[in-house]
C-alpha cells in the first residue's frame, strides 16, 4: 500500500529522468569529479567541518550564517557525509572528499529534478510535454549557473524547492498520495535556509488545505484526507519525526540554543524591511539571468533600473512565452482533459502566491540583496516557465510528436552538457597547494603533537578554514578563537581552560603577511603560518591596534580585526602574546582604551592587567582612558613568549542591551599598547 502511494516519484519519465540526467552531467564533469582532486577553501572548508561531524552523527546545525548564526538543520550535511563515506572512503570512486560531496549532491539535486518532472508528467500526458521541459529546464539552469552540480548551500536550494512546488500543487489538485514528497522536499528546505519556513509551511498549509477543500466540494468518501491516504501520513510524519530530531536536539540548549539566536536576529531585523518595489524589481531581476543584485539594488541608494533595459530581449522572450501561452489556453481548451485542466489551474494560482511571497521575502532580507539570497527564485521561474510548456504540449498532443519530441530531448542534452559543465581545474585551482602548506607546517611545528590554535583576521578566514580542514583530515585537533565559533562551530572552540592559561600545551598558528624574522611557511601569496609571535621591545616597543598596524604578529584570542584605528576585545578574555626582548628595568605597560558602556544598564568596565599568570593591576573605566601595569624585570625575562590576559568582566553583548543583534562580548575599544621603562 505505502509503495502505491509513492509510485509517483518511481514512474518510468522519473527514473529515466533521474538516471539520465545524473548520468549525463556526471560524464561531463567526470574528469573534475573522478580524477582531479580538490581541498575545499572558505564557506566549502567550514562546511565540510560540519561534514566532518556529520560522518560521526554528531552535527545538529545547518550551515553558518553571516549574521552569527546557524540555518536550522544538518540534512544537505548528512547526504554528502554519506556521499564521501561510500564513494570516497569505501568505494574510492572520487579522487577527494570534496568530489564525493559534490558527486552526492548531483545525486540529490538529479532526484529531486526526476520527482518534480516526474509528478508533473502524471498531471499532463502529452508526449511532448516532458521533452519541452527537458530542453527548457537544460537552458534555464545552464543560464542561472551552478544548478546541480554545486553544493554551495544557496545554490543547493533550487531543486528541492522545485520539487516541493510541484508536489504542493499536485497535493492541492487532489492526489494526497504525494503528500510525503511535500514534506520531504520541505524538510530539506527548512533544514536549508531560515527564510524556507515562510514558503514551506504557508504553501504546505495551502495545499493541505485546497486538497482538504476539493474532497468537500466533490463529496469524496472519506472526505478526510488523513483517513482517504493513511499510508501517505504516515510515511510524511515519520519523515518530519527524522528530520525534527536535530531541531529539538538544539532546543535542549534553551538561550543558547541555535534557535535562540535566529529569533535574536529576527528581533533587531524588523526596522530593516526593504521597499517592496525594490523587493519586485529584485524578484523581475532574475528573469534576466542577472547575478549582481547587490549593486542594483543597494542598502543605501534607490535601485537602479538599467538591468530592464539591458536585458530587454530576455524580458520580451518572456513576454510572447507568456502570450503564445495564453493564446494557447483560448483555442485549445476545449482539447484539454479536464483533471489536467483543473491541475494547470491550480498551478497558476499556486504559482502567483508564491511570486508574492518571493517579493515578502526580498522585503524580509537583512543587508544587501544578493542574488544568492534568491537563487531558489530560478525554481520559481522554471515552474513559470511550465505552464507554456504543458500548454504547447496539450496543442499538439493530437499529432505525431516522435520526431519533435526526439530533436527537444537532443536539445535539453546538447544544452546540458554544454552549460552545465565545470570549466577545466588545474592543480593551482584545486587548492591543493594549499593543503600540501597546511601539511608542511604540521611537520614543521615545532610542537607536532599540541593542538593548534589558528589565529587570523578576517579577510583571510577562509585560507584559515581550509588550513583547518587539512589539520582535521590529517587527525590534528584544532581551534579557533571563540568570536569565530559561529562559522566553525562549537567543537573548535577554543576552551576556557587555554584562555585562562595560554602556557598549557597548545601550539600557535598566525596567519602573517610578509615574512617573519620567526619561523614561516608560506601559504598562499604574500600570507604564512607563524609558530611564534612578533617580538616587543621593553624601550619603547608598540601594538598598533589600527587597521595598518601590527596587531597580526601579537594576536592569540578575543580580538576583533582592526577598524580604522582600533580593534575590539570580543570575549571577557582578550590575550596578546609576544617575543619579549631582554629587558635590564621594570617594564611599564600603557595601553590606550575606549570602554564600551551604556548608560545605567553598563556605567563602567572593570580590567585587569594579567601577565604570563599573574595579576599585575586592576582599573574600572567610565570614559576614555589609559590602562596601566608594572611587569618587574624577572617576570618580563622569565619566558621566551609572553602572555598578556586583559580580563574584562563586565563585558555585555549588544544583544543583551537590546541594542542591536551582536552577539559579541564586548569590552573595550582598544588603540594601541607600549612598553617603555
Known sequence: MIWADLKSFWSKPGRAILLASFALLAAVNGRFLFSIPIHEKSDFAVNALQIDQAKAFREIHGNYSRFKFDHPGPAFFYVYALGERVLYDTLHVTSSPGTAHLLAGLALQAAFFALALGILASWVRAPLFLPLALAAGAIHFSLATHVFISIWPPY???????????????????????????????????????????????????????????????????????????????????????????????LLKGDQSNLSSILRHWHYSQGLRKPWRDSFLYFLSFFAYFHGQDAVFGVDSPPQFSFLRDHGMLYAAWAVALGAALTSLLFNLRRIRPETLRFLRIMAVFWAATAALCVEWGILQTGPMFDFNGYFFFSVIYAAGLLPCALAAEAFAGRRARWPGAVLTGTAVVAAAMGM????????????????????????????????????????????????????????????????????????????????????????????????????????????????????????????????????????????????????????????????????????????????????????????????GILLSRAVLTAPAEVHARVPESLWNANPVATLRLHLPNARSPASLNLYSDPRLLGMRVTRLTAEP
Open 421 to 612: 559543465r565545470i570549466p577545466p581545474t588545474k592543480n593551482a585551482d584545486s587548492d591543493i597547494p594549499l593543503r600540501d602548506a597546511a601539511l608542511a607546517a604540521l611537520r614543521a611545528d615545532p610542537q607536532p603533537a599540541a593542538p593548534k590554535l589558528l589565529v587570523f583576521a578576517h579577510d583571510d578566514w577562509g585560507t584559515a578554514a581550509s588550513v583547518g580542514l587539512a589539520l582535521e583530515r590529517a587527525g590534528a585537533v584544532f581551534y579557533v578563537d571563540p568570536a569565530w565559533t559561529f562559522m566553525f562551530q562549537s567543537a573548535h572552540k577554543l576552551p576556557i581552560r587555554l584562555l585562562e592559561d595560554p602556557r598549557a600545551s597548545l601550539s600557535v598558528w598566525r596567519f602573517v603577511h610578509g615574512k617573519p624574522a620567526t619561523q614561516f611557511i608560506s601559504a598562499e601569496n604574500d600570507l604564512g603560518i607563524a609558530f611564534q609571535p612578533a617580538s616587543l621591545s621593553p624601550d619603547g616597543g608598540v601594538v598598533d591596534f589600527s587597521k595598518d598596524g601590527n596587531l597580526e604578529g601579537y594576536l592569540f584570542s578575543g580580538f576583533s580585526t582592526p577598524d580604522s584605528d582600533f580593534a575590539w576585545t570580543e570575549i571577557p578574555d582578550a590575550v596578546l602574546q609576544f617575543m619579549p626582548l631582554q629587558s635590564r628595568h621594570d617594564v611599564h605597560l600603557r595601553l590606550t582604551a575606549n570602554p564600551f558602556l551604556f548608560g545605567r544598564k553598563l556605567p563602567e568596565q572593570a580590567v585587569e592587567f594579567w601577565f604570563n
Open 156 to 250: 543547493a536550494l533550487v531543486m528541492p524547492f522545485l520539487a516541493f512546488w510541484v508536489a504542493s500543487v499536485s497535493v492541492a489538485a487532489g492526489r494526497g498520495r504525494d503528500l510525503p514528497w511535500v514534506v520531504l522536499a520541505g524538510s530539506f528546505l527548512v533544514h536549508g535556509h531560515v527564510a524556507q519556513p515562510l514558503f514551506v509551511v504557508l504553501l504546505f498549509v495551502g495545499s493541505y488545505l485546497s486538497l482538504l477543500l476539493g474532497r468537500i466540494l466533490a463529496r469524496e468518501t472519506p472526505v478526510f484526507p488523513w483517513r482517504a491516504f493513511p499510508s501517505a501520513h504516515l510515511v510524511s510524519a515519520a519523515i518530519l519525526v527524522v528530520f525534527l530530531i536535530p531541531l529539538g536536539l538544539d
